[in-house]
Nanobody, 124 residues
Framework: QVHLVESGGGSVQAGKSLRLSCVASGHPIESYCMGWFRQAPGKEREGVAASYIGGRTTYYADSVKGRWTISQDNLKNTVYLQMDSLKPEDTATYYC?????????????????WGQGTQVIVSS
């Protein structure tokens, strides 16, 4: 069982940055696939970034590639999402997820544990 708690959301203007954090408990994240997803009102949940093999392999959705960076601190059992150059279309609730199935990417089926989410609002 893995418990995930996100933090770092907020309201910012377009072009600014935010860093989301996800603290995991119950199991070391180093061997898990760790991901970030988002869901905007009326839209499906979208995977934006994932990290595997202790952070040595990363995956990004095209919509955030080059703007955002996923990283993890295995000693703190924490995964981060550095979001730069934010756009209004990035407004959503962001969720941290963990998966232990031996496969990783931004598809939600790879993940079995989910946090409660943190909201990000980007104004123009």
């Amino acid at each position: 069982q893995v418990h995930l708690v996100e933090s770092g959301g907020g309201s910012v203007q377009a072009g600014k940055s935010l860093r989301l954090s996800c603290v995991a408990s119950g199991h070391p994240i180093e061997s898990y696939c760790m991901g970030w997803f988002r869901q905007a009102p009326g839209k499906e949940r979208e995977g934006v970034a994932a990290s595997y093999i202790g952070g040595r392999t990363t995956y990004y959705a095209d919509s955030v590639k080059g703007r955002w960076t996923i990283s993890q601190d295995n000693l703190k059992n924490t995964v981060y999402l550095q979001m730069d150059s934010l756009k209004p279309e990035d407004t959503a609730t962001y969720y941290c997820a963990a998966g232990s199935g031996g496969i990783c990417g931004t598809h939600p089926t790879y993940f079995g544990w989910w946090g409660q989410g943190t909201q990000v609002i980007v104004s123009s």
